[in-house]
């Protein structure tokens, strides 16, 4: 056996080394996600295909990822962040403009630099703070605050609120996990409220509609009420046992916009039914209990901080996905994890679940 | 890490599920009934097929009335952008009017989703395959066949079935009216007038409904329940068509109508009214200039004079008068009254003249009176009875009463009585009274008594049925698309309360009208025996201040009646004839009851002219210097 052939060997080995009940929830996920892209797709085999080579992908960058020493990922935080941010001021330049929102970039293949965001903050920030794990001052926040900033004013003027909203509070768990003090976390709420009618006037008048029609859908059936009423009438009348794969009205005739992506849980509501929600609710609820069970019991604070933060991180985009669409939050441009179409934003979480994995492994040898 | 900062992430996380728990169980369990029911009507829509009209035949099956394919160029309102883009496309290979553009908008204001708006209309074969090679310019429309009425016979069926149009505002309002649902759709058929308005329950059938199933952006994807639209049924008609189209044809340019009544079932065989129109221009909406030529038409075209125009019977009446006197026993037929050259009421100096008779016809009885159509001898009688006892016995033959024949809105033309003059002139202290003269007058038919052909000839058959009345009718089957009798029309009749010796009296007496008397003109050559009576409507008796008029113009000559039956012993067929501005009643009346016989009991083609062209005729011609009478009458005006 020559040495590239042992190595080779030991990389297999390390794969079973990562934690068995996370890989198989992903892979769960995955299953679904092929499932429910069929059929969102109206069985476009060449979609599926597409989203297969992504999950493939972003399989393989789990896989690498977890085997990943921690040492690999402090020292890739900067690096990382400074392309997401080349990435996305390359957008302003580059970018490609779809309705009004240039939020993507074409390198050969398509690839929505926010996305990227979404971990590189949270690592840079969670770096940044590991270097100063003796008593961080209010200027370390201020800093810390000011790298958050950054992505964040540069999504949101994309414009790209929902992404921005979600690299704003991924940050924000590093700094609340980092020990935050709770008077702060108080003060930057209170903050929060006070300026809400500035932040208000600053909102694009889509955007506030939005705020409008989540309030009172009914206002608008035809118009912004349209997505949040198909969506609901898509997920109540799935009821219990759903309509049967492949057999949704609302699906398989257009009444759901972005049924692949942002709106893929109605397809799921409808053809799988209240069934289908709690499977993949369980799914979800036992990956991130077993997350933050590897966060909480990860030896030193970059792990604990990071895999906490990604973990919640992921948490948000659930919630907020699922009650938007359910119509008890805005609709906002946030996709389902792992179940909407999107390559970036599959690999990018692949990628974050890769170092729980990687966090995972550490702790236990 | 603090174990407060542990302890806010589950918390967190355990919040969060139970905010998605709830609100799915909520969405999914709770609320799955009505959502579902929101999901079914998202994508399920009705489309309506409409039924096969049913026909109208003849008592031998000529079709009258039925429906033919027709091609027509049409879009679904939501697949519409812009309709005058769209008609200039068109017009390119077919030629749309301002009428079509017209109708066009009007259907579409009140027309659903899956209503099929027709742009064009009876499209020809050159237009058809124009449209469809060139359908991909213009994939939003569509080009059809759909079934449309057509009236073979064109005018002359007009009065009697009538015609069907596309259904109006003022249709669905009245269908809502009558608690019915409204089984049409927007673009639908519906009868408009004649037996097409009245029996339009049987004719029409029932709209089928097919749900479809629809994309989001309304596109067909499926069918989901289908149920077949059920076609109307067919009505066999009692009209024969050859003796309805000889009598359109014997009426040929002048104005008047022909009603003629099988007086043992009530059918009727014959119901002309001329001049006529073609009923196939209001299919689909009459173009202006169509209509234009009807409305203007001095010949009132549009006016059914059968059913609805009334005029004085003039001497036609005078057997019912007769009748009437021996029901009441103010006469028996051996009476001799005397009748000299005119008439005046006692006590009065105005003379009631006799025309034909100056000189007088000496003391006579009634049945000489009938036959020469005396005047005096029916002055006197009238006087004698008043009106309550002419009232009496003449309603029984149906006079001033509608029929109650199968077409919808009948006139009950006049048989007036004290209480109607006393409305008619309620300001008028002098004329609201019942005059003596008013009962002369209408002892000859004149006077404040006016008729529509229809009620004459339904008179008459009373009169041939011995005393049996029959209400006259269309209808005589209702039948299957298979030819199976569904339902048989029951006949409705009454005797009336005259003893048969007086009917077979009078009878004979107007038998003797046709052999000897003033309609003797047709007797030659008869193979059958006909009993008849001849009679003239003024049009005009005097003026207002009470001068005789001097017209010359035809529109002022009198109306010419004639009513009979034949063959006597055993009446197939009673007729009454009306020519507007006939003159006198033989002339141009008796003749076309000739032919109408021969046709219909003889069993063939009418024997040829010569046969039957009128011999000289003694007519009652009527000149009533009625100074009473200074309203004149409109008879013309359709009530």
């Keep these: ?365 | 890490m603090t174990r407060s900062r542990i302890i806010a992430a589950y918390t967190f996380v355990t919040l969060a599920f139970i905010l998605l728990f709830a609100r799915y169980s909520y969405l999914q369990l709770v609320g799955y009934g009505q959502f579902l029911q929101k999901a079914i009507n998202n994508y399920s829509s009705i489309v309506s097929t409409p039924p096969i009209r049913g026909a109208f035949i003849d008592k031998n099956g000529v079709v009258l009335a039925n429906n033919t394919v027709s091609y027509a160029v049409g879009v679904l309102p939501k697949n519409l952008a812009k309709s005058d883009d769209l008609f200039y496309q068109l017009a390119k290979y077919t030629n749309i009017t301002d009428l079509d553009k017209l109708k066009f908008r009007n259907q579409l204001k009140n027309s659903k989703n899956y209503d099929l708006v027709i742009i064009k209309d009876d499209l020809s074969n050159t237009e058809v395959a124009k449209l469809t090679a060139h359908n991909y310019e213009f994939p939003q429309v569509s080009i059809f066949a759909r079934t449309k009425r057509y009236y073979p016979f064109e005018e002359i069926y007009s009065h009697s079935i009538g015609y069907v149009g596309r259904i109006s505002s003022n249709d669905v309002l009245s269908i809502a009216k009558s608690g019915q649902t409204r089984d049409y759709l927007t673009n639908d058929y519906i009868g408009k007038s004649g037996l097409e308005d009245y029996y339009e329950p049987i004719l029409r059938g029932k709209l089928g409904k097919k749900i479809i199933q629809t994309d989001a952006t309304g596109n067909e994807t499926g069918l989901i329940s289908n149920t077949p639209a059920v076609d109307g049924d067919t009505i066999q008609l009692t009209i024969d068509n050859g003796l309805q189209k000889l009598a359109m044809s014997l009426l040929g340019g002048e104005k008047g109508a022909i009603v003629a009544i099988d007086p043992q079932s009530g059918g009727v065989l014959t119901f002309a009214s001329q001049p006529s129109f073609d009923p196939n221009w209001f299919i689909d909406g009459i173009s202006a200039d169509e209509w234009v030529g009807l409305r203007d038409n001095p010949g009132k075209p549009l006016l059914n004079r059968a059913l609805q125009s009334s005029f004085p019977p003039g001497s036609t009446f005078k057997p019912f008068m007769g009748i009437t006197a021996l029901y009441l026993g103010y006469r028996t037929p051996s009476t001799l009254t005397l009748a000299p050259g005119y008439f005046v009421i006692p006590g009065s100096t105005h003379r009631f003249r006799d025309n034909d008779y100056p000189r007088g016809l000496g003391a006579i009885n009634m049945q000489t009176a009938i036959v020469l159509s005396s005047d005096v001898y029916f002055y006197k009688l009238a006087l004698e009875m008043g009106i309550d006892s002419i009232d009496k016995g003449v309603s029984l033959f149906g006079f001033g009463k509608k029929t109650g024949i199968d077409l919808p809105h009948e006139v009950t033309g006049l048989l007036p009585t004290r209480l109607w003059k006393e409305k008619r002139f309620d300001k008028d202290k002098f004329q609201r009274n019942w005059l003596p003269a008013d009962s002369v007058t209408i002892g000859i038919g004149q006077g404040f008594n006016h008729y529509t052909p229809l009620q004459m000839a339904y008179a008459v058959s009373i009169l041939a049925n011995d005393g049996v009345a029959v209400k006259p009718h269309f209808l005589d089957k209702v039948l299957d698309e298979n030819g199976t009798v569904l339902k048989t029309y029951a006949i409705e009749s009454h005797a009336i309360p005259i003893k048969k010796q007086d009917i077979e009296f009078v009878k004979k007496a107007m038998q003797l009208v046709v052999s000897n008397g003033t309609a003797r003109g047709m007797s030659y050559g008869l193979k059958y025996t006909v009993a008849g009576k001849t009679g003239t409507a003024q049009v005009v008796a005097t003026t207002k201040n009470g001068r005789k008029p001097k017209f010359a113009g035809k529109q002022f000559k009198d109306h010419s009646w004639f009513i009979a039956f034949a063959p006597v012993e055993n009446p197939k067929i009673a007729i009454a004839i009306l020519v507007e501005n006939g003159g006198f009643g033989a002339a141009k009346a008796v003749p076309i009851a000739r032919k109408l016989f021969d046709y219909y009991l003889l069993g063939g083609t009418p024997e040829s002219e010569g046969n039957t062209k009128s011999k000289p005729t003694i007519e009652s011609k009527i000149s009533v210097d009625n100074n009473d009478n200074k309203e004149s009458i409109d008879y013309e005006s359709p009530s």
Aim: glycine share 8%; proline share 3%.
């Design chain 1, 1 to 365: 056996m020559n040495h590239q052939a042992k190595r080779f060997f030991y990389m297999i080995v390390d794969l079973f080394q990562l934690d068995k009940a996370i890989v198989f929830i992903l892979l769960a996920l995955g299953a679904i996600n092929l499932l429910v892209q069929y059929s969102a797709s109206d069985r476009n085999i060449a979609y599926l295909i597409n989203d297969g080579i992504y999950l493939l992908i972003s399989f393989v960058v789990l896989f690498i990822i977890g085997n990943l020493n921690l040492n690999h990922l402090k020292s890739m935080a900067i690096p990382i962040y400074i392309l997401s941010i080349i990435l996305l001021i390359s957008v302003i330049f580059f970018g490609i403009s779809v309705n009004g929102a240039k939020r993507w970039l074409n390198i050969g293949i398509r690839i929505q630099p926010s996305e990227l965001s979404k971990l590189a903050v949270p690592l840079m920030l969670t770096y940044y703070f590991s270097l100063k794990n003796q008593g961080i001052t209010w200027l370390n926040y201020i800093a810390a605050f000011i790298l958050l900033l950054i992505p964040f004013i540069l999504i949101a003027k994309q414009p790209d609120l929902g992404t921005g909203i979600l690299v704003l509070t991924s940050g924000c768990f590093v700094l609340f996990f980092a020990g935050i003090s709770w008077r702060m976390i108080i003060a930057v709420i209170c903050l929060f409220l006070f300026s809400t009618p500035i932040i208000w006037h600053f909102l694009h008048d889509y955007q506030r509609s939005r705020i409008f029609t989540l309030i009172n859908p009914q206002s608008d059936p035809l118009g912004k009420g349209y997505h949040i009423i198909q969506g609901m009438i898509a997920i109540g009348s799935g009821g219990l046992w759903g309509k049967g794969y492949l057999h949704g009205t609302q699906t398989h005739l257009n009444f759901i916009p972005e049924k692949n992506t942002d709106f893929v849980i109605t397809v799921l509501s409808e053809e799988f039914g209240y069934i289908g929600v709690c499977v993949i609710l369980m799914l979800y609820i036992m990956l991130i209990f077993r997350c933050l069970n590897i966060a909480f019991s990860a030896e030193d604070i970059f792990s604990r901080v990071l895999a906490a933060s990604i973990t919640m991180s992921f948490m948000l985009y659930i919630l907020i996905n699922m009650g938007m669409v359910a119509g008890i939050f805005p609709v906002v441009g946030v996709p389902l994890p792992l179940i909407s179409y999107g390559g970036t934003a599959t690999i990018v979480l692949m990628a974050g679940f890769g170092i729980l994995l990687a966090i995972n492994r550490q702790n236990k040898y």
